[in-house]
C-alpha cells in the first residue's frame, strides 16, 4: 500500500484557474516537502514543513500556498495558473525535517496548464 | 556530472557493463542520498553515505564521498536492463532545512 499518498494523479487546468493538490502520509513522518519536476528542472525543491510549521521556502511565487490541517497532511493550492506551472509536483516527508534523513516520495499528481 | 547548470546526462551502456555517475557539491554536507527514479513513479533512495564514510556498498551499487573535494559517485557493477532509471544525488542545503538535488543521470541499459 502507498505511504504517500497524493491527488489527483493528474489534472489538467485552463490559465488563470485555481488548484489545490492533496498530499497525505502514512508513515509518522514529522517532516513533508513538495518539489516540482519538469524538464527544466529536475526536482526542484519548492517548500518544507516541520511539525506543521513552514521551514524554508524557496518558491518566489506567492500563487504557490501550502496548507498543513493535521501533520500528516501538506496541501499545495496554486492559484493563477499559467502555462509554465506544467510540471509533476512530489510530495515527500522524512522522520526529521533536517534534511539529513531519507525522503519519502509520493508518485506525483501531473499538472497541465493550457 | 551532477549539480552546476549542466542539463540532465543521458548514458547509454550495455548489459554487463559497468558504470560510473558524478556528483559535486559547493556547500558543505554531513550527508549524500542516491535516488533513483524509475518512469512515472516518485524517486526512491537507493544509497546514502555519510561523511564518515569514504565508501559504501549495497548489493551491485557502490557509493563514495569525498568531503575534501566535495564530490561523491554511484557507481553500478554489472549493470541489468532493470537498472535503466533516472538517477540522482542529493545533499543537504547549508540550512539543513531540505535537500537539494543534482540535475540527475538517465541511465539506459540494453541488452
Known amino acids: 500500500d502507498p505511504k504517500i499518498i497524493q491527488k489527483p494523479k493528474y489534472l489538467v487546468a485552463v490559465t488563470g484557474s485555481e488548484k489545490i493538490l492533496i498530499c497525505e502520509q502514512y508513515l509518522g513522518h514529522n517532516a513533508m516537502y513538495w518539489y516540482r519536476q519538469s524538464a527544466k528542472k529536475p526536482l526542484e525543491f519548492m517548500f518544507s514543513y516541520s511539525y506543521q510549521k513552514l521551514m524554508d521556502n524557496q518558491t518566489a511565487s506567492s500563487r504557490f500556498q501550502p496548507q498543513s490541517s493535521k501533520k500528516n497532511h501538506l496541501d499545495l493550492q496554486i492559484t493563477a495558473l499559467k502555462p509554465d506551472d506544467s510540471a509533476t509536483y512530489f510530495c515527500?516527508?522524512?522522520?526529521?525535517?533536517w534534511g539529513t534523513g531519507q525522503l519519502y516520495f509520493g508518485e506525483g499528481s501531473k499538472l497541465t496548464v493550457l | 556530472s551532477q549539480w552546476g547548470e549542466e542539463n540532465l546526462q543521458a548514458l547509454s551502456i550495455q548489459e554487463g557493463e559497468d558504470v560510473t555517475m558524478n556528483c559535486s557539491y559547493k556547500t558543505y554536507t554531513t550527508v549524500v542520498h542516491w535516488y533513483r527514479q524509475d518512469s512515472g513513479r516518485g524517486p526512491a533512495l537507493i544509497i546514502l553515505?555519510?561523511?564518515?564514510?569514504r565508501e559504501k556498498r549495497s548489493g551491485r551499487l557502490r557509493a563514495t564521498l569525498d568531503t575534501s573535494s566535495q564530490s561523491s559517485s554511484l557507481s553500478i557493477t554489472a549493470a541489468q536492463c532493470e537498472d535503466t532509471a533516472v538517477y540522482f544525488c542529493?545533499?543537504?542545503?547549508?540550512?539543513?532545512?531540505?535537500?537539494?538535488f543534482g540535475q540527475g543521470t538517465s541511465l539506459s541499459v540494453v541488452p
Open positions: 515527500a516527508s522524512s522522520q526529521k525535517g
Open positions: 553515505i555519510r561523511s564518515n564514510e
Open positions: 542529493a545533499h543537504q542545503s547549508s540550512s539543513f532545512s531540505k535537500l537539494v
